[in-house]
């Protein structure tokens, strides 16, 4: 992938190790390439055409593997401590 332009936005991503994003032929972005599409998909008002072009880079993309946990009120820690001290 090097040049993909969509209505006045074009996205390059051939010349570097840096992406650049053009609206109206000024420079808008440049850096890194997959922040450089996550700009270009909601500039484009997240058109389907673009979303499609870059499907494969968006689902490639690694989703957590953890959970958080959740947060313990104060109750729950004073109930563990006292049922843990009765052991």
Do not use: C, W
Not at 23 to 38: C, E, H, N, P, V
Not at 50 to 59: I, N, P, S, T
Not at 78 to 84: D, E, R, T, V
């Amino acid at each position: 992938m090097s040049r993909i332009a969509y209505d006045n936005l074009i996205l390059d991503t051939g010349s570097s190790n840096k992406a650049r994003l053009y609206k109206d032929d000024r420079l808008i972005f440049m850096g890194d390439g997959y922040k450089a599409i996550l700009q270009f998909i909601r500039l484009s008002d997240n058109a389907p055409e673009v979303m499609d072009k870059f499907r494969a880079q968006l689902e490639q993309r690694e989703k957590p593997r953890f959970k958080p946990e959740e947060p313990k009120t104060a109750t729950d820690a004073i109930s563990n401590s006292l049922s843990q001290s009765r052991r």
